[in-house]
């Protein structure tokens, strides 16, 4: 008998072995989370965002791959943060309300959304790479619950030639390991990486448009360049956490903006 699972309004159905994995690997493939007719009208605000039109967005629209004072046209991977704060028109969205159904089914009832990003990999720029990190090493210590369901869907297919995903499996159940600035300076950039070691198993994570992966705030990964000469690697991503740690950054002033005031000695939120 078929099983009642994948899209099925609002919600996106998990089965029994997609919840398994996701807490057994610290990610999940989910395919066709969202259809062609659905993808079309959160296209047309996300091209708005990574051509660089919506104003006033500071450190939230930046190069994710280097310094914050590159030039737009310099741009390798275009990254816009927290796009709902500056375009209303997308909060409560249908790929918010579907990624938000699947985050209840793996983290409970309180899974709140966190932030959300839109990020997009030029064709031919082999330094838009994401450095190999743990997204808890970019966030608050101190927290009281860090389960996190980080969704990110495919608006290119997605595979080695334009900079997929790329995990290390079971990774998120070893520890955070200690991040250092690439650039050297916080202030200067954004990025962080770790250090693999020849133990670590990488497993890459190509998609389909419409698609998505969720993973664990733990689990280390990353994603190489672009060399396509002419296919963009585009994603939207969208993140949740329980409410209680969602109120706890809150309150310490950390709301994954990179224009916040952050002590980046503790990663805990400058209280004024």
């Given at each position: ?9 609002d919600?996106y159905r ?5 919840i398994?994995q ?20 959160l296209e ?9 039109e919506v104003?006033?967005?500071g450190r939230d ?21 927290l ?10 969205n ?6 938000g ?5 793996l ?6 959304l966190?932030y ?8 031919a720029?082999?330094?838009a ?17 860090t389960?996190?369901?980080?969704c990110s869907l495919?608006?290119?297919a997605?595979?080695?030639e334009?900079?997929?995903l ?8 070893k ?8 650039m ?12 693999l ?9 190509p ?19 672009n060399v396509?000469?002419?296919?963009w690697?585009r ?6 956490r329980?409410?209680a740690?969602?109120?706890?950054e809150?309150?310490i002033?950390f ?12 990663h805990l939120?400058?209280?004024?």
């Open positions: 008998m078929t099983q009642d699972y994948g899209r099925k309004g919600d998990l089965s029994p072995d997609e398994d996701f807490h057994r690997d610290g990610y999940v493939i989910l395919r066709g989370v969202m259809s062609e007719e659905e993808l079309a009208p047309q605000e996300f091209e708005r965002f990574i051509r660089g104003p006033n967005m629209f930046c190069d994710m791959s280097g310094p914050y004072d590159r030039k737009f046209e310099d741009f390798a991977l275009v990254n816009a943060v796009p709902r704060k500056y375009d209303s028109g997308l909060q409560g249908l790929y918010e309300r579907r990624t159904s699947i985050a209840r089914q983290l409970g009832v309180t899974a709140t966190d959300d990003q839109f990020l997009a990999k030029r064709p720029k082999p330094d790479v994401f450095t190999w990190h743990q997204d808890l090493g970019y966030w608050p210590t101190g927290t009281p619950d389960q996190t369901a980080t495919a608006l290119d997605a595979d080695a334009n900079g997929c790329k995990v290390v499996p079971g990774s998120h159940r520890g955070l390991r200690p991040h250092r600035p690439l050297g300076d916080r202030e200067e950039s954004h990025i962080l990486s770790v250090e070691t020849d133990a670590d198993p990488i497993v890459e994570l998609l389909q448009r419409g698609d998505i992966t969720v993973h664990d705030e733990m689990i280390i990964h990353g994603s190489g360049g396509s000469p002419d296919r690697r994603t939207y991503i969208t993140a949740f329980s409410k740690c969602v109120d706890f809150r309150s002033g709301t994954h903006s990179h224009n916040d005031t952050i002590n980046w000695e503790t939120g400058a209280l004024s």
